[in-house]
T-cell receptor, first 111, second 115 residues
Framework: QKEVEQNSGPLSVPEGAIASLNCTYS??????FFWYRQYSGKSPELIMF????GDKEDGRFTAQLNKASQYVSLLIRDSQPSDSATYLC???????????FGKGTKLSVKP | EPEVTQTPSHQVTQMGQEVILRCVPI?????FYWYRQILGQKVEFLVS????????KSEIFDDQFSVERPDGSNFTLKIRSTKLEDSAMYFC?????????????FGPGTRLTVL
């Protein structure tokens, strides 16, 4: 059974701080990793994807991948109250790219 | 910006009734997916669809479920005889070329409530 694990939180950070979200996955053959943001009652919204080991930066967001440790993380710099949401880690599997999601980490950014 | 659309936004039905959830994927996308999310739980894959046939399906996608692309734009999920445990948010997603480097874009979802 392929699994994606995340701390459910809530993770609370003050406005302007760095939020660090972590994810581990069980399938060592996984190649593609995604972070989605989900506001309450809404659909997942893609933030970033990463395929290669190392860091990938996009604005205030940095995704980090370590395939040897089967670990993916998302850093959010200069956190804003509007970043308050649940962050979903997803791993691509299957021949047609089916996503396996973690349960998500709830982030709360306090003004 | 192109987006995936879904109708209805909320569907209420009686147990045992059939429901059809509708999706319009992004127009030049070729791969289509249905996921569901029971309240408070994680998003779960149901089925993927390409070239007018099912590519993969999960254990959840049993004989009560079916998918169809009836025309060039719509992609539907049918639940033949709904159960209480089918109550969930159902998300449609689409991607351009599938495979290991593609990204999936999600629609706003249909909230299904089975009474």
């Amino acid at each position: 059974q392929k699994e994606v694990e995340q701390n459910s939180g809530p993770l609370s950070v003050p406005e302007g701080a760095i939020a660090s979200l972590n994810c581990t996955y069980s399938d060592r053959g996984s190649q593609s990793f995604f972070w989605y943001r989900q506001y309450s009652g809404k659909s997942p919204e893609l933030i970033m994807f990463i395929y290669s080991n190392g860091d990938k930066e996009d604005g205030r967001f940095t995704a980090q991948l370590n395939k040897a440790s089967q670990y993916v993380s998302l850093l959010i710099r200069d956190s804003q109250p509007s970043d308050s949401a649940t962050y979903l880690c997803a791993v691509l599997t299957g021949s047609q790219g089916n996503l396996i999601f973690g349960k998500g980490t709830k982030l709360s950014v306090k003004p | 910006e192109p987006e995936v659309t879904q109708t209805p936004s909320h569907q209420v039905t009686q147990m045992g009734q059939e429901v059809i959830l509708r999706c319009v994927p992004i127009s030049n996308h070729l791969y289509f997916y249905w996921y569901r999310q029971i309240l408070g739980q994680k998003v779960e894959f149901l089925v993927s669809f390409y070239n007018n046939e099912i590519s993969e399906k999960s254990e959840i996608f049993d004989d009560q479920f079916s998918v169809e692309r009836p025309d060039g734009s719509n992609f539907t999920l049918k639940i033949r005889s709904t159960k209480l445990e089918d109550s969930a948010m159902y998300f449609c997603a689409s991607s351009g070329h599938g495979g290991g480097t593609d990204t999936q874009y999600f629609g706003p979802g249909t909230r299904l409530t089975v009474l």
